[in-house]
């Protein structure tokens, strides 16, 4: 069986890589940078990781009787929520500061806080922070994952990867792009985005469980390279040529570059690096946009060359900061809190 004790330290830099590709993609709006021009591919990359990674650190959980609502609660939303919710917090600051009170509806702070989208057009499934919208999709999958997916067999997964991607095209095709998912008029995209991706990940774990999948040794630096390559495209998202390379990249390139990107990496140092760069792309990718809007603020008169660089200097600290000193401390005393609490049940129970 293949190896599954080691972090799989290169799809955490993968991460990092992407994170940031989508803080450039965002942050240089407005200027004439062509810096990851298809940026937004990204996100189904951190799909493709996520049904790998969740595959391999809980579905022999689940199924020996993790409960789906433990899933859910004391795992997923463990994990996503605390960011979540300290970026919707400084996402209202952002706002207010800059000038777009408007967007800090009471109705709108509701929603975000208990992760319902909205179903306002033409401002986003998450209007106070643009960037939550994956997260919505993420869980969704986690919730497929945990009811439905983890009973089928490898077969049943890969037609439903086809399935989803004919509906993945379509979209496409329908909206113009692959940039989509992130507005309630383009919420099929974003379905047919996450089930594609996620259970190709699915998919990925299952055959490398059963040594069905090659090891590439020195994968983890080839990998970063070809992300780069498929996110620095130049032709325009709605272009011919950029919709066809798009599809290439999310259906073949990057259930690739998983895959290359899997086996061991023996340094030290460099799996400490990759691990960094792990945790820090949630951060970095729920930070950006308020951090992007209080530089834009602070630095009005400057031109947006000077805005951008900005945001680049100001959110990978940032995203150090609130990592260290919020995210894993809080995850720690609720997970704590969560343990002792099913410990009492179990010891009252009768």
């Keep these: 069986m293949a190896q599954q004790s080691h972090r799989y330290a290169a799809l955490d830099l993968l991460r990092g890589i992407a994170a940031v590709a989508v803080l450039v993609f965002h942050a240089q709006s407005g200027t004439g940078w062509q810096l990851f021009t298809h940026g937004y591919l990204a996100v189904d990359l951190f799909f493709v990781v996520s049904g790998f990674v969740v595959s391999a650190a809980y579905e022999r959980r689940l199924n020996a009787g993790t409960s ?22 400084f996402s209202i600051v952002s706002l207010y500061i800059s000038g777009h009170v408007g967007l800090v509806h009471p109705s709108f702070l509701a929603r975000e806080l208990l992760l319902v989208p909205s179903t306002a057009p033409f401002l986003g499934l998450y209007p106070l922070n643009l960037a939550q919208w994956s997260i919505f999709f993420e869980l969704v999958a986690n919730a497929a994952h945990a009811a439905v997916l983890r009973k089928l067999g490898v077969q049943a997964l890969v037609g439903l990867a086809a399935t989803s991607a004919v509906a993945l095209i379509a979209c496409q095709q329908h909206y113009g792009s692959m940039d989509m998912g992130a507005g309630v008029e383009t919420f099929a995209g974003g379905l047919a985005r996450v089930f594609f991706s996620y259970t190709a990940g699915m998919i990925l774990w299952r055959l490398w469980s059963s040594d069905r999948l090659p090891q590439f040794k020195g994968g983890w630096t080839v990998a970063p390279v070809l992300l780069l ?55 970095i990718y729920l930070l950006q946009l308020p951090i992007f809007w209080l530089c834009r603020k602070a630095l009005h008169g400057y031109g947006y060359d000077v805005v951008t660089v900005a945001t680049l ?34 010891a009252s129970a009768p």
């Design 68 to 89: 789906f609502a433990k899933f859910m609660v004391s795992i997923r939303l463990l994990r996503l929520y605390p960011l979540f919710l300290l970026s919707t917090l």
């Design 229 to 283: 390559g498929c996110l620095c495209i130049t032709a325009p998202k709605t272009s011919v040529a950029g919709q066809i390379v798009d599809l290439l990249a999310v259906m073949i390139l990057f259930p690739a570059i998983t895959v290359v990107s899997l086996a061991g990496i023996r340094s030290l140092r460099v799996n400490e690096f990759c691990a960094l760069a792990g945790n820090l792309s949630y951060p």
């Design 313 to 346: 200097l100001v959110t990978i600290p940032a995203s150090l900061a609130a990592f260290h000193y919020y995210d894993k401390p809080v995850r720690a005393w609720i997970g704590g809190r969560l343990k002792m609490r099913s410990q009492s049940l179990a």
